[in-house]
C-alpha cells in the first residue's frame, strides 16, 4: 500500500518536521487539510516530545509524523570550543555581551537516549522519520512493532541504500536545494551535492523503496514535477515557515520577503553541521572565518544561539538560524489549512494540463 493509500491523504505532500518551528498546531492544521502533518522533537527532550505528540493528537485524528536526530554523539574539544569563542568574542562584545564560559551539548541525538525512544514507543505516531543517520537494529524492531511508518532521509546514493537495508519503509531524498540541516550521514564526508531532481530520479531508478523529493520545493507544479520523476510525494518545508501556526518568529517572516531569501547559504558555523539559511549577518562570517572549524554539532550550536539572543536583545535579528530553501522568495503568508488547499489545487491543475499536452503530442 502506498504512503498516500494507507494514510489516505487528498494531496502527495508531506510537511516538513522543521523543529523548532514546525509547531503541533502547524502539523495538525496540515494532515487535518489532507496531507501530512509533521513535528520534529530533536530540539527538546522525552517529556517535551510527549506533550507535543499528545497535542498533535487532542487536534487531529488524522496521521503525522514525527522526526527525531540520529546524529553520531559530538567530540568534546576544550581547545578547539575555547578558540571558537575567542572569534566570536568580538561579536557578543558589539552587542555588550561576554561570550559563554563554556559550551554545551544542547541536544540529546536519538541514538542516545532511550528516553525519547520510550515516548515513540509507548504513543506509537503513526509516522517516524529520521535524519542524519539511523538507530539500532533493535530500536528500528521495536518502532516496527508497535505498527508505525519509518521513513529516513537521503542525501545520496549510499546512503539510500543504507536506509533500504536497514527494512526503513521510505526514503525521503533531500536535494542541495533544501533549507535547514542537511541531512548528510557524515557531515565531514564528501558530499556529493546532489539537487533534489537529480537525487529523486536516481534513487527511483536504483532503490526499490518509494521516494519523497524535498528540497527547493514550493508549489503545487513542483510537486507534480517531483512526481513526473517517480517520487511518491513532495516533502515541502519552507513553504510552511510563513504560516501563522509556525514558531517563526516577525525577523524570520520579515526576512523570506526580504533580500536574503535569494541568496539563502549552506553553512555549518551557525550549529556546527550544514544547514541552509536565508542570508543574514551569521552566514556573512563565512567570509572572515578562514580554515577554522566550529565545533561539533550541538555543540556550536550553543554558541549560536547565545550570539542570537545577545543580538536579538540589542534589536539585531540577522544572528538567527533563519532556516530556508532555496526557492524562499516563493513563500506565500496563509493558513496551513489554505496552503494546502492551494497546493492541491495547483498540483492538480499542473497534472491534468500535462495530461493534456501528452495526448496533444502526435
Same mark, same amino acid.
Given at each position: 500500500?502506498?504512503?498516500?493509500?494507507?494514510?489516505?491523504?487528498?494531496?502527495?505532500?508531506?510537511?516538513?518536521?522543521?523543529?523548532?518551528?514546525?509547531?503541533?498546531?502547524?502539523?495538525?492544521?496540515?494532515?487535518?487539510?489532507?496531507a501530512l502533518g509533521?513535528?520534529?522533537?530533536?530540539?527538546?527532550?522525552a517529556a517535551g516530545?510527549r506533550a507535543m505528540?499528545?497535542?498533535?493528537?487532542?487536534?487531529?485524528?488524522?496521521?503525522?509524523?514525527?522526526?527525531?536526530?540520529?546524529?553520531?554523539?559530538?567530540?568534546?574539544?576544550?581547545?578547539?570550543?575555547?578558540?571558537?569563542?575567542?572569534?566570536?568574542?568580538?561579536?557578543?562584545? =558589539?552587542?555588550?555581551?561576554?561570550?559563554?564560559?563554556?559550551?554545551?551539548?544542547?541536544?540529546?541525538?536519538?541514538?542516545?537516549?532511550? /528516553?525519547?525512544?520510550?515516548?515513540?514507543?509507548?504513543?506509537?505516531?503513526?509516522?517516524?522519520?529520521?535524519?542524519?543517520?539511523?538507530?539500532?537494529?533493535?530500536?528500528?524492531?521495536?518502532?516496527?512493532?508497535?505498527?508505525?511508518?519509518?521513513?529516513?532521509?537521503?542525501?545520496?546514493?549510499?546512503?539510500?541504500?543504507?536506509?533500504?537495508?536497514?527494512?526503513?519503509?521510505?526514503?525521503?531524498?533531500?536535494?542541495?536545494?533544501?533549507?535547514?540541516?542537511?541531512?548528510?550521514?557524515?557531515?565531514?564526508?564528501? /558530499? /556529493?551535492?546532489?539537487?533534489?531532481?537529480?537525487?529523486?530520479?536516481? @534513487?527511483?531508478?536504483?532503490?526499490?523503496?518509494?521516494?519523497?523529493?524535498?528540497?527547493?520545493?514550493?508549489?503545487?507544479?513542483?510537486? !507534480?514535477?517531483?512526481?513526473?520523476?517517480?517520487?511518491?510525494?513532495?516533502?515541502?518545508?519552507?513553504?510552511?515557515?510563513?504560516?501563522?501556526?509556525?514558531?517563526? /518568529?516577525?525577523?524570520?517572516?520579515?526576512?523570506?520577503?526580504? =533580500?536574503?531569501?535569494?541568496?539563502?547559504?549552506?553553512?555549518? @558555523?551557525?550549529?556546527?553541521?550544514?544547514?541552509? !539559511?536565508?542570508?543574514?549577518?551569521?552566514?556573512?562570517?563565512?567570509?572572515?572565518?578562514? =580554515?577554522?572549524?566550529?565545533?561539533?554539532?550541538?555543540?556550536?550550536?550553543?554558541?549560536?544561539?547565545?550570539?542570537?539572543?545577545?543580538?536579538?536583545?540589542?534589536? =539585531?535579528?540577522?544572528?538567527?538560524?533563519?532556516?530556508?530553501?532555496?526557492?524562499?522568495?516563493?513563500?506565500?503568508?496563509?493558513?496551513?489549512?489554505?496552503?494546502?488547499?492551494?497546493?492541491?489545487?495547483?498540483?492538480?491543475?499542473?497534472?491534468?494540463?500535462?495530461?493534456?499536452?501528452?495526448?496533444?503530442?502526435?
Open positions: 500500500m502506498s504512503l498516500i493509500d494507507r494514510f489516505e491523504l487528498s494531496v502527495p505532500l508531506i510537511q516538513a518536521p522543521m523543529a523548532g518551528v514546525a509547531t503541533p498546531s502547524l502539523a495538525a492544521a496540515v494532515s487535518e487539510a489532507g509533521s513535528i520534529g522533537v530533536a530540539a527538546t527532550d516530545a505528540i499528545e497535542e498533535v493528537r487532542s487536534s487531529t485524528t488524522r496521521a503525522f509524523n514525527v522526526n527525531v536526530f540520529v546524529h553520531a554523539g559530538p567530540k568534546a574539544d576544550l581547545s578547539r570550543e575555547a578558540q571558537w569563542l575567542d572569534w566570536l568574542a568580538p561579536l557578543f562584545a =558589539e552587542y555588550g555581551a561576554q561570550p559563554p564560559t563554556a559550551l554545551m551539548t544542547i541536544y540529546k541525538s536519538f541514538a542516545d537516549d532511550p /528516553d525519547m525512544v520510550a515516548v515513540l514507543l509507548d504513543l506509537a505516531p503513526p509516522v517516524v522519520s529520521f535524519h542524519f543517520g539511523l538507530p539500532s537494529a533493535d530500536v528500528l524492531s521495536a518502532l516496527r512493532a508497535r505498527g508505525i511508518y519509518l521513513m529516513a532521509t537521503a542525501t545520496s546514493l549510499n546512503e539510500a541504500h543504507a536506509i533500504e537495508a536497514a527494512g526503513i519503509d521510505a526514503v525521503v531524498a533531500q536535494g542541495i536545494e533544501a533549507g535547514g540541516h542537511r541531512g548528510v550521514f557524515d557531515p565531514i564526508a564528501p /558530499d /556529493d551535492a546532489l539537487g533534489v531532481f537529480a537525487l529523486t530520479r536516481l @534513487l527511483v531508478r536504483k532503490n526499490n523503496l518509494p521516494i519523497i523529493a524535498a528540497g527547493g520545493i514550493m508549489d503545487g507544479a513542483g510537486i !507534480a514535477a517531483a512526481l513526473d520523476l517517480g517520487a511518491s510525494a513532495a516533502q515541502l518545508g519552507t513553504a510552511f515557515v510563513a504560516c501563522p501556526e509556525s514558531a517563526a /518568529d516577525d525577523a524570520y517572516r520579515a526576512a523570506l520577503t526580504g =533580500e536574503g531569501a535569494y541568496y539563502t547559504v549552506l553553512t555549518s @558555523l551557525i550549529s556546527g553541521r550544514p544547514a541552509r !539559511a536565508l542570508a543574514n549577518r551569521f552566514t556573512a562570517l563565512s567570509q572572515s572565518v578562514d =580554515e577554522r572549524r566550529p565545533p561539533d554539532y550541538p555543540i556550536a550550536y550553543d554558541a549560536g544561539k547565545a550570539l542570537h539572543a545577545a543580538a536579538k536583545a540589542q534589536g =539585531e535579528h540577522g544572528f538567527g538560524a533563519q532556516w530556508a530553501g532555496q526557492g524562499a522568495p516563493l513563500s506565500r503568508a496563509m493558513p496551513a489549512a489554505a496552503l494546502v488547499r492551494v497546493l492541491r489545487e495547483e498540483f492538480e491543475l499542473r497534472r491534468i494540463r500535462g495530461s493534456v499536452e501528452r495526448c496533444d503530442v502526435p
